[in-house]
């Protein structure tokens, strides 16, 4: 089975202007509720590639309730722990060209709740894949990654896709894949990197500290793929953004799905690509026709 797990949860509410001024009464175009997350979006996009996965996490309030409602509507097992506070509210605003974000803070986490989510995490069995995504809420550690994967079953195969104090943590635990993206490869280290050669370096830097696989997104600059053996690298189709939000949780679902059909790495790699491509072409996320109609133009090529 796959689980995902959202830490820090969202309610995303999206607003379409024709223009913003600050300071004033603006009036929206449109606007829409969606569940938000990064595990949620992956387990949402699993669920259109045909995988069934059951989300975990954190929910509170009414906003927590709205979440869990749209999923099961999608028919995703959850199973998420309830808070008392009222999941995060993220704010979305699209004006012409311009996207601003205003992130809610999470609701306080206790002691009792996170030890009640290790209890919950402790049941998955050899063979599952837990897909931890997102980032970590302030009233957690940020090594929360680490000290979870400490307490898995040994069997359960790892996938994560964080960033910072959480990502240079838990790489240590020896995930199976880790999908940073070049910005957050740059924030780790301290560096800029300037180059492709850079980029390979320091994607190899993270598998000596213990992950076995590194695929780093480079959003229309295609992608690398670090294994143990090898280094890969694959395009991006040619496609036009129509929004950015959910596409590397695509490509991490894309990968989640090859590896659970047992594919070789190449091959889920190729996918990853495809529905992280897919849902940047989409104003929604990524659908299973969308990606095979995007996996015929994916070349994988090997670095030497």
Excluded: W
């Amino acid at each position: 089975m796959i689980y995902t797990l959202t830490l820090n949860p969202s309610l995303d509410y999206i607003i379409q202007l024709n223009s913003f001024e600050e300071g004033r009464v603006n009036i929206s175009n449109s606007e829409h509720k969606l569940p938000g997350g990064k595990g949620i979006n992956v387990s949402q996009v699993l669920k259109n590639l045909g995988h069934e996965s059951v989300a975990l996490g954190f929910l509170g309030g009414f906003t927590g309730d709205f979440i869990h409602v749209e999923l099961l509507k999608q028919n995703i097992k959850c199973d998420f722990i309830k808070l008392e506070g009222d999941t995060r509210v993220n704010v979305k605003m699209k004006s012409g060209n311009v996207e601003t974000e205003i992130n809610g803070n999470s609701p306080e986490i206790s002691q009792d709740k996170k030890e009640e989510l290790f209890k919950q995490l402790e049941t998955l069995k050899d063979g599952d894949i837990l897909v931890m995504a997102g980032s970590v809420p302030l009233s957690l550690e940020s090594d929360i990654y680490k000290k979870i994967m400490a307490g898995l079953p040994t069997g359960v195969k790892v996938i994560l896709d964080t960033k910072g104090k959480a990502l240079g943590e838990a790489v240590k635990s020896g995930p199976y894949l880790i999908k940073p993206n070049h910005h957050e490869l740059e924030e780790l280290f301290d560096i800029k990197i300037q180059n492709k050669n850079e980029m390979i370096e320091y994607g190899k830097k993270l598998q000596k500290l213990g992950a076995k696989n590194v695929a780093i997104s480079m959003a229309g600059d295609g992608a690398f793929l670090i294994t143990e053996n090898s280094v890969y690298f694959g395009n991006v189709p040619k496609g036009i953004v129509q929004n950015s939000v959910g596409a590397g949780d695509s490509m991490v679902a894309g990968f989640t799905a090859g590896i659970s059909e047992g594919l070789n790495i190449e091959t889920c790699f190729s996918m990853g690509i495809a529905a992280g491509s897919a849902s940047a072409f989409s104003k929604n996320l990524c659908t299973l026709s969308e990606v095979k109609k995007l996996l015929k133009d994916i070349k994988i090529e090997k670095i030497n």
